[in-house]
């Protein structure tokens, strides 16, 4: 907490740009930073440009929460803006670390060479879901083996985001995998995963956990939220946030999972 709030520098007037996509992550900056005497503003995606003299003043502190698709549709004018802002969570966030084509690096030389040591490359590898690249040539063989073989596998197209598009094998029929356009996709190994009951709002569920890392900047601050579906897909039918707690509560470790 006390990271993010030294992010404003001492600022008080805040802007989010937000996506249509649906999150409720921002709920809990608006909460924390209204707290600490902030004007806290946000702006759906058809209003940042009609607004972008406000959120492109001196003395205002911009938080990106837009998408590919949003930022490519605005003005030149405004994309200078944002970049003239130093937005928090900027482009580089968006168009190289959220293109799934970016986990195939972690597995090319050429790239780790330059950032990580063998023994680091080594060990990233060991713990890396194996990803290819459909437009690849060199993924020919294991797409002919995703064809034949489909529940073993999951596509993921390079750029979208919240489970958009995604085509896990055992979600999908043999008809529809066979006819699957996969230019724009990555294809990577579909990991089975136990479930953990939990309870929400009195009904049970058995959901599938997809542990997220809390990161700002180049700063590691441990586990995030976790994900929470009861089908292998979050998104596609239902989706829940759960949350690391640090007890040693007997009472409490009874109604967790503990590791």
């Not at 969570?89 to 060479?113: A, I, Y």
């Not at 089908?231 to 946030?241: H, Q, S």
């Amino acid at each position: 907490m006390d990271y993010m709030a030294g992010l404003l520098q001492g600022k008080k007037m805040i802007f989010v740009l937000k996506s249509s996509d649906r999150t409720n992550e921002i709920r809990l900056y608006k909460d924390f930073y209204e707290k600490m005497g902030c004007d806290f503003n946000v702006l759906e995606a058809a209003e940042v440009e009609p607004h972008r003299k406000e959120w492109s003043a001196d003395g205002a502190v911009v938080f990106s929460a837009l998408n590919q698709m949003d930022i490519l549709s605005f003005s030149l004018d405004t994309i200078k803006a944002m970049v003239d802002r130093e937005m928090i969570s900027d482009f580089r966030n968006v168009f190289l670390l959220h293109d799934k084509r970016f986990m195939r690096l972690w597995f090319e030389d050429s790239f780790t060479g330059g950032c990580l040591t063998t023994d680091e490359a080594t060990f990233l590898r060991s713990h890396a879901i194996p990803t290819w690249d459909c437009s690849d040539p060199e993924a020919a063989d294991i797409l002919k083996d995703a064809l034949s073989d489909k529940d073993s596998y999951i596509l993921k197209p390079y750029r979208l985001g919240k489970s958009e598009g995604v085509k896990a094998g055992v979600l999908t029929s043999q008809t529809e995998w066979e006819n699957l356009d996969t230019s724009g996709m990555i294809l990577q190994p579909f990991i089975p995963q136990r479930t953990f009951k939990t309870e929400w709002e009195g009904q049970v569920f058995y959901d599938y956990m997809c542990g997220m890392m809390l990161c700002v900047d180049d700063r590691f601050f441990g586990s995030g939220l976790f994900r929470a579906s009861s089908l292998p897909v979050t998104n596609v039918g239902d989706d829940r946030k759960a949350c690391p707690l640090l007890t040693d509560d007997p009472v409490l470790m009874e109604y967790c999972d503990v590791l």
